[in-house]
């Protein structure tokens, strides 16, 4: 971050008298700061760029338009003068330990994207994968990037339902997936699934499979027959804003919304982040995560800069709660970022990672994000993990795949806050009537563009839906759906979601996905579903269900409705009560008022959280009131 503020001054003539400072210049002057990030970081480009911004409306930001680049090359070519360095370390619970150099992943990368050429894969078309956090996924993407093809990826503990759900929306040509895996000590046949899965996206022409419990299906392909042509890497050459990956986070309502992010978008928005993270050559970075989460998108902000990343594929309390901890001192990892909700299970556990058997002193940089950090887990860390770690929590978003909030190296770190607003993000708290606040709870906004901003969702072809999602609350303005407070120093507290979408442990989900398990059921005529995140508290998610006529509610029917939630969607989001009701309070036009029962649950006046009038059963509503209130009081 000192480097690139001397870099201004010296190319600019600018100089800040503090960090705020210079953000302020970075939003105000979008052109200036941008075109600064791609001069600093060299980013590598057949075709740079002549302008930064064409339009600037959001949404319909257009960034560099005459620019031609790729994801992949400005990866991969840290592979240059550094060949035996090592690239990916990658634990797995399947398959132990592995280690590649950089020369062996841009080779492999070179490999695989030759077959996918001779698979028919061309620029434009979709590769999607079921695979596990390991390298196999990481030079798949890289091999689909480097031929302007677009990627996306699904973690393979997700149900079928909600797998099929993503990816028949974009209709992919090459199907990659791993047939099993281990987790906690268990073995996990999914070639069932797979199956079922394939069977519904009629637009695929060839299936891959990197087999673990099975034989390789008739017609399938191996993973490894893939992976050691001795040929050349080439990136093909793309516009800015071609499409690089698509990733789900889903609303309240229908199909997860496919969000397609464009290979310069990316690259400009990581490059900026790792200035927040400090993050050099030299770093071993890891970031615990799912597959199927932002955060494994995200941690190649790391290899960008040539560090080393350190994959981590199992279940971080296995055999014991200091897996991880021992993982980071064996392979001496400089950063390590995990979802709060690990911290916060370290300190509930009374887990103390010991000095003698675990050596953190390599251990510089420790970052936190899915949901807020409470205050007590900053200080379960500086007592009990490092007392000189810098601790750097971050909130963001699958949306633009980066984040809002965020660290800085020079900056206090203060228990429960993230210590600034990320350069470039011009981000706001806004009350109900687009009034900013300072030092009060208020949604969070961006005023200005970001290049990792939504190109658009697949299949929205008129932009309905991209509009609705962000910018129906404040026209031309980003509302990401998180209440946040900042103070006049630009530190901020997060304290979860404004809206209705469950975010369980950092992964996102709509409320749909759950309906269409849970109402899939004979038994279950009718339901809602909250996701109830309190500051410094665990998050809290109740299912109200309304059964069938005649059907009894007990612990029968409960388990029937977690196996269709496990099995449709996945285990991560079976809710922590199930709640008998008689009806489901509902709009006029039909809509399940979610919203207002969440506000209403987490504290909200019951005179307010809801209109009556608006409602087309409002007794219903009484019954929520009464649970509140127990709840409350409990």
């Known amino acids: 971050m000192a480097a690139f503020e001397r870099f201004v001054g010296e190319t600019r003539g600018l100089t800040f008298p503090d960090y705020n400072a210079m953000w302020e210049w970075s939003v105000k002057d979008l052109d200036a700061f941008w075109a600064a990030i791609w001069d600093f970081f060299g980013i590598r480009a057949s075709v740079p760029y002549t302008r930064i911004l064409g339009n600037r409306d959001m949404p319909g930001a257009q960034w560099c338009p005459d620019a031609m680049l790729n994801y992949a090359d400005n990866i991969l070519h840290h592979a240059e003068g550094r060949e035996d360095h090592p690239a990916i370390v990658s634990f797995s619970e399947t398959s132990g330990r ?18 996918l050429r001779r698979m028919g894969v061309e620029q434009g078309d979709r590769v999607v994968a079921v695979l596990p956090n390991t390298e196999a996924a990481l030079i798949a993407l890289l091999a689909t990037a480097s031929i302007g093809a677009a990627w996306s990826l699904c973690a393979p503990d997700m149900g079928q339902v909600a797998i099929v759900d993503r990816f028949k929306q974009i209709a992919p040509k ?17 070639r069932a699934v797979l199956a079922q899965i394939t069977a519904e996206l009629p637009s695929v022409t060839q299936f891959v499979t990197l087999p673990v419990v099975g034989e390789i299906p008739d017609g399938h392909v191996s993973w490894d027959s893939l992976l050691n042509d001795e040929v050349p890497f080439a990136a093909t050459q793309v516009p800015f804003d071609q499409p690089l990956w698509i990733v789900y986070s889903s609303g309240t309502t229908g199909n997860p919304k496919p969000i397609v992010h464009g290979h310069g978008g990316i690259i400009l928005e990581a490059a900026k982040q790792s ?3 400090d993050i050099t050559a030299n ?10 989460w932002i955060m494994w998108n995200a941690q190649w902000m790391a290899l960008g800069q040539g560090a080393t990343v350190c994959l981590y594929d199992g279940a971080p309390n296995h055999p014991d709660m200091l897996a991880l901890w021992r993982f980071a001192a064996e392979e001496k990892l400089t950063y390590f970022g995990a979802g709060a909700a ?14 003698e058997a675990v050596d953190l002193s390599h251990l510089r940089s420790l970052g936190s994000t899915g949901s807020p950090l409470s205050a007590d887990a900053y200080d379960w860390i500086y007592r009990e993990v490092k007392e000189d770690v810098w601790l750097a929590p971050i909130s963001g978003g ?9 660290g800085h190296p020079g900056m206090p770190v203060r228990a429960g806050e993230m210590q600034c607003r990320a350069l470039g993000n011009a981000v706001r708290a806004y009350d109900p009537n687009g009034n900013e606040l300072v030092g009060e709870v208020g949604e969070l906004v961006c005023t200005q563009p970001l290049p990792s901003m939504p190109l658009f969702f697949w299949g929205d072809d008129d932009g309905s839906r991209l509009f609705e999602s962000y910018y129906d609350t404040y026209p031309g303005i980003w509302r990401h759906g998180d209440w946040i407070s900042i103070d006049d120093g630009g530190a901020s507290v997060i304290y979860g979601r404004s809206d209705a979408t469950i975010n369980r442990k950092g992964l996102r989900l709509g409320s749909a996905e759950i309906y269409q398990a849970v109402e899939g059921l004979d038994e279950v005529l009718d339901s809602l579903v909250v996701d109830l995140e ?3 508290r665990d998050s809290f998610m109740p299912l109200f269900v309304v059964p069938a006529v005649g059907v009894p509610f007990d612990d029968a029917l409960k388990d029937k409705i977690n196996q269709a939630i496990r099995t449709g969607v996945s285990a991560r989001f079976i809710p922590n009560e199930i709640v008998l009701v008689a009806e489901i309070p509902r709009t006029l036009s039909g809509k399940k008022l979610e919203v207002p029962v969440k506000k209403l649950l987490l504290g909200g006046d019951a005179a307010t959280v809801v209109n009556r009038d608006s409602m087309a059963n409002p007794a219903s509503f009484d019954f929520y009131i009464a649970y509140a209130n127990a709840r409350a009081s409990a």
């Open 283 to 292: 770093d071993r970075f890891c970031w615990l995560t799912s597959s199927g």
């Open 98 to 115: 592995h280690e590649l150099t950089w020369g062996q992943l841009r080779r492999q990368v070179a490999s695989v994207a030759a077959h």
């Open 342 to 355: 690990f911290f916060s299970g370290c300190l509930k556990a009374g887990i103390t990672p010991p000095r």
């Open 275 to 277: 200035l927040h993270h």
């Open 534 to 536: 309190f500051l410094g």
């Open 174 to 190: 090459v199907f990659i997936s791993q047939d099993g895996y281990v987790h906690a000590g268990k073995t996990v046949d999914r």
């Open 398 to 406: 699958t949306d633009l795949a980066g984040a809002f909030v965020l």
